[in-house]
């Protein structure tokens, strides 16, 4: 019985690595499938991990009809045993519901990659369609960290260097994290909920941890990366 899956997680914990792999180990055993995503760092049509492997994909439009993609594939005689979604969180609900349409009526594999929440911690569409409708939500294992060591499970949004958390759900031409910080740059940075909360991205920590001034919150409760040097040893 085939089924619709969803493998949520924050950015950086592998999900298009994760989808590569599966899509090999379906190929190894002579599967034929049709691979989606939208907004790929690599480009539109790619499907790439940050491990640097990529694959050519199907890229998914805001008006792209995804059931009439996979029957237009089956009626031209090709086979379609599964689909792999990669970047979920930004396909439309009524995208979401073509894929639970193709595991019900063609019995057809889905499995669906995305990040649960923006940066605001509010839920992308596409992901809570998933959510509402996959037969199974997986959150994927291979943790990525926040800078104190602490499982990462929310994305911040930085800005110019300074962590937002209001504006639009999807900047246009969204960059992911990269070396140089422009005035109005966007980067994004996976935290632990306790350091989302206080906005308390990696730079924001160093910064603190640089200042002479006690932090205004419990240490113990939110550690921050010891001072380098110069302050004295505790006793
Ligand atoms: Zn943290």
């Not at 993609?69 to 995208?95: H, K, R, S």
């Not at 929310?154 to 958390?165: D, K, L, Y």
């Amino acid at each position: 019985m085939a089924e619709l899956v969803f493998f949520s997680g924050t950015m950086d914990c592998g999900k298009s690595t994760l989808a590569l792999q599966m899509d090999h180990n379906h190929r190894a055993r002579g599967r034929r499938g049709l691979i989606f995503t939208r907004m790929d760092r690599a480009g539109a049509s790619v499907l790439s991990s940050r491990l640097g492997l990529s694959t050519g994909a199907v890229e998914v439009q805001e008006d792209l009809d995804l059931w009439g993609v996979v029957v237009a594939q089956l009626t031209g005689g090709g086979a379609v045993d599964y689909v792999i979604c990669d970047e979920a969180q930004f396909y439309t609900p009524a995208q979401v519901e073509q894929l639970a349409r193709l595991v019900d009526e063609l019995d057809i594999e889905v499995f669906a990659f995305g990040i649960m929440a923006d940066f605001r911690t509010r839920l992308f569409p596409g992901s809570q369609r998933l959510v509402e409708l996959a037969d199974r939500t997986q959150v994927l294992q291979v943790a990525a960290l926040c800078w104190c060591g602490a499982r990462a499970t929310h994305n911040a949004r930085v800005v110019g260097g300074v962590m937002v958390v209001e504006g639009e759900q999807v900047v246009v031409g969204d960059t992911l994290t990269s070396a140089d910080h422009d005035e109005d740059e966007v980067e994004y940075e996976v935290l632990c909920r306790r350091h989302h909360m206080r906005r308390m991205s990696s730079r924001a920590a160093q910064a603190a941890a640089l200042s002479a001034d006690v932090l205004p919150f419990d240490l113990d409760a939110c550690p921050v990366p010891p001072p380098a040097v110069g302050l004295p040893a505790a006793p």
